[in-house]
């Protein structure tokens, strides 16, 4: 991970190289390339995936997400000519990879790019898949928006649409994949309508919990019925059913009253697929707490689920912190509080940021009369945080002082949801590009007492 945009107290900061080094080491753990070399093997003409082998005529491989080119890297890399070829969508330039196509789609909002990938991909599979195949399928997180064909009487435009509401209403991921699967032709298990044959998916994980019905839609996992009706009241919860395209609200309407969502392909394609979780934010955490163990701090994973507003996450994270430094209570220090999951924002203002520099944000301001020194990062695995073009932020303990002294009101930007602005201005932005994975987002914490400070130094 190579971090840019760090500079003054955030770079200074003796406890901040530490603090990247665990983030590091969580996202190591994640390289979406050795996940997958780790899973598959061959043997002559058979391919081992996990304890399940095939003896298939042909491989394919498709995918979408962030994740999905390292992961193809490593297809690549294991099975080589036997690979027949296949279609593979992420967020980068159009590429070839051995026999594969890369293409690129669009994210976070499905646009064109993402419309015409998806149907080269379907394409893909009814020119050259057949019954006695096996074909891959890598599903990592950002795979939602990166493929996608609406269903018949939507249209691009207003899916995008609705999208773009859900994302600034601070629904949640289940929230927001449960609208994509009801107006998706490919969510919900719908991709399955298109495959044959026996079909295994390596799937990285960037929701709480792993969930494969979740991350990236579920394509390979059927939906029960009732998802239009489900999707209906999730619009209607968060109070942007007015709001929504009248293609999309009636084309719900009418899904739902018709209860018409039915699997056509039956129990016989849903017995030839596998779903196999390969990486995930808990795999991560583990990996970071064991580095920060090594470093001599007491190492605590506080949880994987992390969620909910951003803002109200920060005190709840705050009030552990201060009971934890000032009372010993539940944790001791020198102390590493290690967290992932992914927060949501509820856009207000017209700034820019994202849920992992607001959350840092909120907790700079609960954080601002802790005596003695602390680091915390926030950061998204993927590199992406929200509209801007950081990853995440760092946060110190003489951060909010110092931003108050340079006539800047931390409160002010945090209720425009402005964070990345403070945060650049003051050199605490972390900039690192797309990583190339995605297991949601990491928290880092770090506190060592005075007297070991002044030591370390």
């Not at 050199?427 to 060592?448: E, M, R, S």
Request: hydrophobic letters at 40%.
């Amino acid at each position: 991970m190579l971090v840019r945009g760090i500079r003054g107290l955030c770079k200074d900061h003796p406890l901040v190289a530490e603090a990247l080094e665990i983030v590091k080491e969580g996202l190591f753990e994640a390289d979406p390339y050795l996940a997958v070399k780790k899973r598959i093997r061959v043997h002559n003409k058979t391919v081992y995936i996990d304890s399940y082998s095939f003896t298939p005529e042909k491989i394919h491989v498709i995918g979408f997400g962030k994740a999905s080119y390292r992961m193809l890297k490593g297809i690549v890399d294991v099975l080589g000519d036997k690979l027949h070829g296949g279609v593979v969508i992420h967020n980068g330039e159009p590429a070839r990879t051995g026999k594969v196509e890369v293409l690129r789609g669009d994210h976070p909002i499905p646009g064109n790019n993402t419309l015409s990938a998806s149907r080269a991909l379907l394409s893909y599979i009814e020119s050259n898949v057949s019954e006695n195949d096996l074909t891959i399928v890598l599903i990592s997180g950002g795979g939602s928006a990166m493929f996608e064909v609406p269903e018949e009487g939507v249209t691009l435009e207003s899916l995008s649409e609705v999208t773009r509401l859900l994302l600034g209403s601070g629904s949640d991921i289940y929230e927001i994949n449960t609208v994509r699967k009801a107006l998706s032709k490919v969510k919900g298990g719908k991709l399955l309508r298109y495959l044959r044959g026996n079909i295994v998916s390596l799937i990285i994980s960037d929701v709480a919990g792993d969930d494969p019905s979740v991350i990236a839609s579920g394509p390979t996992v059927p939906e029960e019925k009732g998802i239009a009706c489900r999707a209906i009241g999730v619009l209607k919860r968060r109070r942007i059913w007015d709001e929504a395209p009248s293609d999309v609200r009636n084309y719900l309407t009418k899904s739902c009253d018709e209860a018409r969502f039915e699997f056509v392909h039956g129990n016989e394609v849903i017995k030839k697929i596998v779903n196999i979780v390969i990486a995930s934010n808990y795999g991560s955490l583990r990996r970071m707490k064991d580095k920060a163990g090594s470093l001599r701090y007491n190492s605590i994973i506080l949880t994987p689920y992390m969620a909910g507003e951003a803002r109200e996450v920060a005190k709840m994270l705050a009030a552990l912190i201060k009971s934890s430094v000032q009372l010993e209570e539940p944790f001791q220090p020198p102390l590493a509080l290690i967290a992932g999951g992914e927060t949501t924002v509820t856009v207000r203002g017209k700034g820019i940021g994202g849920r992992n520099q607001e959350l840092c944000l909120a907790l700079l301001h609960e954080l601002r009369n802790l005596r003695g020194k602390y680091v915390a990062v926030c950061i998204g695995s993927d590199g992406i945080d929200g509209n801007s073009p950081a990853a995440g932020s760092i946060i110190t303990n003489d951060l909010y002082a110092y931003a108050v002294s340079q006539g800047l009101d931390p409160e002010e930007y945090l209720e425009n949801n402005d964070s990345y602005t403070l945060f650049e201005k003051l050199g605490c932005a972390i900039i690192t590009g797309p990583t190339g994975t995605n297991v949601n987002d990491f928290f880092v914490f770090l506190y060592k007492e005075k007297q070991q400070y002044n030591e370390m130094k």
